[in-house]
């Protein structure tokens, strides 16, 4: 089944302890990008990344980092996670970039900052 | 920088009734725009893409409109039932993804 998948669903940690989110793909595409949803604000992006090895800053790259060493994945990951971390978020998918092609989401990662 | 609206906020329908959603946005240059359904909790479905080239698209009983010009596109839902409350989002492509705050819709059985 095509198909993102996000691990874990669900973290709850403090703030300072590094974590990574994994996200993977299935479908060889080769735009991958990293979304956060907040009440109030909706969905805004954090990375996104053309291809392998190539990664470039969303609306609100602070305080993230993501490396794409392999195409399927694309893991996000906070060195010092702070309260204002806490969120939904998704990892999402396209065949070449996000003109002209459909977007597949992640289910999405829960993350609290205590 | 692109600011996409979607009114209402919120809608409660009685099962069968037509869905109209809103969607609106400020720079008309864009490759596509594409309706997903978010249900609580859970991740993102892709229902409907429209390149910037098309009208309309159709799926099922959904039909979603595009009016560059206007900056404006509507999503149909024809006979609702309980199973399509859900959030629907709007999101507009010019370089990137930008997202509408969403229209949260109930429908009473």
């Known amino acids: 089944e095509a198909q993102v998948t996000q691990n874990p669903r669900y973290l709850i940690t403090v703030t300072g302890k590094k974590l990574t989110v994994t996200c993977s793909q299935n479908m060889n595409h080769e735009y991958m990008s990293w979304y956060r949803q907040d009440p109030g604000l909706g969905l805004r992006q954090i990375y996104y990344s053309m291809n392998v090895e190539v990664t470039d800053k969303g609306d609100v790259p602070e305080g993230y980092k993501v490396s794409r060493k392999e195409k399927r994945n694309f893991p996000l990951i906070l060195e010092s996670p702070s309260p204002n971390q806490t969120s939904l978020y998704f990892c999402?998918?396209?065949?070449?970039?996000?003109?002209?092609?459909?977007?597949?989401f992640g289910p999405g990662t829960r993350l609290t900052v205590l | 920088k692109q600011e996409v609206t979607q009114i209402p906020a919120a809608l409660s329908v009685p099962e069968g009734e037509n869905l109209v959603l809103n969607c609106s946005f400020t720079?008309?240059?864009?490759?596509?725009l594409q309706w997903f359904r978010q249900d609580p909790g859970k991740g993102l479905t892709s229902l409907l893409l429209?390149?910037?080239?098309?009208r309309e698209q159709t799926s099922g009983r959904l039909n979603a409109s595009l009016d560059k010009s206007s900056g404006r596109s509507t999503l149909y839902i024809a006979a609702s039932q309980p199973g399509d409350s859900a959030t629907y989002l709007c999101a507009v492509c010019d370089y990137k993804l930008s997202f509408g705050a969403g229209t949260t819709v109930t429908v009473r059985a």
């Open positions: 429209i390149q910037s080239s098309q």
């Open positions: 999402a998918s396209s065949l070449v970039g996000v003109d002209g092609n459909e977007q597949f």
């Open positions: 720079d008309s240059a864009i490759y596509n």
